[in-house]
């Protein structure tokens, strides 16, 4: 009889001790007595859960800052929106562009109806320019093509100085010492005016600056001819300048 009680002991005990669910237990048999451990009473389960559904929740209801960068790009760390420094907005008299931040207003003139004239502070010749002369055309067009345009406003290339004999080096014709050459040409449509767009390399004997990049960009709206050129000598054109001289040319456009 008590063999079989001890028996009985012993079984109903080990399941007792049986593990449940995601608890663990173990079991050991001290003196006759079976001894049960739990690894984690449900106490600890119930806290463990809690918390993991509190940093569930405070992920989903967390929103992406500014600062956050996606894979490849630097983050923000401010938190506020990027801007282009390199360039300032100008607003002039019927007309638009931008300007970069380190040009300065210059108050030389040098062409008709000049309005505008900002340059680089370390370097003059690096600057850009804007006129508006009276017109009797109606648009841009009426000048005929871009290389016929050109060469009704010639002036604003630069008028060869000397007069006389002479067969200079360099690719000059006889008696020339200075040359320009269309580089490139368009006809874009902005606002629904036509505009013309032409880049000149232009050269003299003397070599300075192994000439000049010359950018004009111009159309006519009320009568007036708009005429936006930015330049750089061809040293510095290609040291950083090109850039800015592309930037400033390119966006002129009427307001």
Request: proline letters at 4%; charged letters at 20%; glycine letters at 10%.
């Amino acid at each position: 009889m008590a063999s079989s009680t001890a028996l009985f002991f012993h079984s109903t005990a080990a399941a007792f001790c049986k593990p449940t669910g995601g608890s663990s237990s173990s079991r050991r048999l001290v003196s006759g007595r079976v001894v049960c451990q739990a690894a984690e009473s449900e106490a600890t389960l119930s806290r463990r859960l809690a918390l993991t559904v509190l940093i569930g929740a405070a992920a989903v209801g967390s929103k992406v800052s500014p600062a956050d960068a996606a894979y490849g790009e630097a983050a923000n760390i401010f938190g506020k929106p990027k801007t282009n420094t390199e360039f300032s907005p100008y607003a002039g008299e019927g007309f638009k562009l931008s300007i970069p931040s380190k040009w300065s207003p210059s108050g030389e003139v040098e062409y008709p109806g000049q309005v505008l004239r900002y340059e680089d502070n370390f370097d003059s010749t690096t600057n850009v320019t804007v006129t508006i002369t009276p017109t009797d055309k109606k648009s841009i067009a009426d000048y005929g093509s871009p290389e016929q345009f050109l060469s009704q406003v010639d002036y604003l290339l630069g008028k060869q100085a000397y007069s006389g004999k002479t067969d200079s080096e360099g690719g000059f014709g006889s008696g020339l010492v200075a040359s320009a050459n269309i580089l490139e040409s368009s006809i874009p449509e902005v606002g629904g005016k036509q505009y013309y767009t032409l880049s000149v390399l232009t050269r003299t004997a003397d070599g300075t600056e192994g000439g000049r990049h010359q950018l004009l960009t111009a159309t006519v709206s009320d009568g007036k001819l708009y005429i936006c050129k930015a330049q750089a000598g061809d040293k510095r054109w290609f040291k950083g300048a090109r850039q800015f001289v592309e930037t400033a040319a390119s966006s002129f456009s009427l307001a």
